[in-house]
């Protein structure tokens, strides 16, 4: 990736949290490296130097700033230009693919060569992989060092060093220091339940909060996933382990408060860098916009609403079962129908406050009649498939290397049309250029005739398709509310209305 280096210091000199996390600023004078953002004194142009990503600097022999902490930086943008095998393999990494058999295993799996995925690190992120994911570890350390109480032992395991010995000595490599005089300057909260935990998860602003909460809230599946006080709530189980976690946001610090409460550390990184993905934290918004703003329908909206993300989710499984069972029926069937599986055939877990359940494994899935939660036949015997090949591995939703692949694969479950697919696409996968292209919903925000028209409209959107969907879907919406509240009002003042009856 060529930085351009007029933009970078433009940035740089007005702190923009837009561009945070897109590039880091190595400083000669000091030896440490950077965020836009850091509120230490400007360093002069000629004495920075600028990268791609914190691994690059880390390459380069800068140490991370204690001030602006990289580590706290957004994400890199998931897409990067043109190849999608640097942002497949940046997810693999996320989900600790590079701990098994590294560099080799990893570009197999991605069927390219070594030399050629490493060749692509260097040219768009300025680093190897080996080296990207030392600095995630290094990094994702260093944010439990400052905001948790663990035991230093549980964080060399948490942050996939394995030793104390290898960890210890990683963090005085890169920040001069041990980890016990890090904690001792950090500014840690008061109180800290047991398995407890809470992180500041940044993005790049603008966040449009409300419309992802909004979005979430109609889709909540009772038991499993509360929406209220401008939070976000649900249950989760991952390895073995249960828990939950609470999301809210904070926009004087551009982030997101995770409160997560898990009783197995080992698996922080992995829930944390799932919350990223489900809340879409590391979507560069400016450049979507600027893509989709060539669309007057879709600048209207952007206008409306800056910084709508796409919501994905926190398991691809239950996203799909969902998504089946809301073909043809209304979102709000679809959250009873779902509530109802969720409590028949979910394990009860107890957090208080309207979570009550896990939400049923692929293995119950495949077994259960599911006609007895209110499915059709033939939508029970969809879930069933899917819950099925999960179970059996034929399908799986983590480590996805090909989507198109694994799209096709999906289809051929019966019941599972292209609509279905891409939506799973779009929220499970997390492609940015996901389209259910034969939505009715969009070809009416469109006033346009049918899905072909849609699809040719939309090419000019790519690669950015899944956010222009959202935009019309929540735009519609809103205009359906509004429509609604004026029925609603005019039949109030003709003194005809029944409370309670607004169909929104
Ligand atoms: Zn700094």
Redesign the pocket.
Known sequence: MTLNWRVCSRARLSRDARFDGKFF?G?RTSG????PI???RTAKESNVRYFPSAAAAAEAGFRP??????ECSPGTPAWLGTPNTVARALRLIDEGGLEDGGVEVLAERLGIGSRHLRRLFLRHLGATPSAVAQTRRLHFAKKLIDETVLPMSQIAVASGFGCVRRFNAAIQATYHRTPTQIRRTAHQPAMQEKNQYLFQLRFRPPYHWKGMLGFLAARATPGIEIVEHETYRRSIALNGACGHFEISSNTDSNSLIARIQFADPRWLFAIVERIRAMFDLNADWLDIAQTLRSDPVLAKYIDAAPGLRVPGSWDGFELAIRAIVGQQITVQGATTLTGRIARMFGKPYSAGAGLTHLFPTPEVLAEADLTRAGLTKARAATVQALARAVYDKKICFREILDSQDFLARLRELPGIGAWTAQYIAMRALGEPDAFPVGDIALVRALQLADARQLEARAEVWRPWRAYAAMYLWSGSSEKKIRAAKRQHSAKKRRGRTNQGSVPV
Do not use: F, G
């Open positions: 600023i400083v440490v490296y950077c965020r850091c509120p230490a700033c204690l001030r602006c902490r990289p």
